[in-house]
């Protein structure tokens, strides 16, 4: 009995501490928008993004006219580079770079926002006897940099206020 009021007092007590420190679930974002029209190249973080909008209640739409907001995807690189060598000349290290870049306008506005670039950059160790193991490494940090974007587009989206007429 002593053991399940002791377990009890112990979950309790780290409830309590989670909760005093900050700590809250992440939330659907606060768009001012319902109905988003997606337009230009194709990016890897595409169906992604789309999947989010949609857990966040937004609907993507396939015409201009039903838009609220309209959303063009520019451009994305992915890029690897040698961040640092062993005395021997050999890679010990890459940095990967992840960028996407966007812009917003209103459908009655002819005017499209100032492009913005997303950016997200991991930095990882290499070493060629484990081969397959930092090829997967490097996959996963790439997905992850993905999804690191997709979630600061949509912050980005949150920023967007409708007009004042």
């Not at 309209?70 to 640092?84: A, G, V, Y």
């Not at 009655?108 to 997967?136: C, H």
Request: aromatic share 6%; with cysteine; hydrophobic share 40%.
């Amino acid at each position: 009995m002593q053991s399940i009021v002791r377990r009890f007092s112990i979950v309790f007590i780290l409830a309590l501490a989670l909760s005093a420190c900050g700590y809250q679930l992440r939330g659907v974002a606060d768009l001012s928008f319902k109905n988003l029209y997606i337009q230009g190249a194709p990016l890897s973080i595409s169906k992604d993004l789309k999947k989010s909008l949609k857990i966040n209640g937004i609907q993507v739409v396939d015409n201009v006219e039903q838009a609220d907001l309209l959303l063009e995807l520019l451009s994305e690189t992915n890029e690897k580079r040698i961040l640092s060598l062993s005395g021997k000349g050999v890679v010990s290290e890459y940095e990967l770079n992840y960028r996407a870049s966007f812009r917003t306008r209103a459908p009655a506005s002819p005017t499209w926002s100032a492009p913005q670039t997303v950016q997200t950059r991991r930095n990882y160790s290499y070493n060629d006897t484990a081969l397959l193991g930092k090829a997967e490494e490097e996959t996963r940090l790439n997905l992850d940099m993905h999804k690191d974007a997709v979630h600061e587009v949509l912050r980005r989206l949150t920023a967007i206020k409708p007009a004042t007429e």
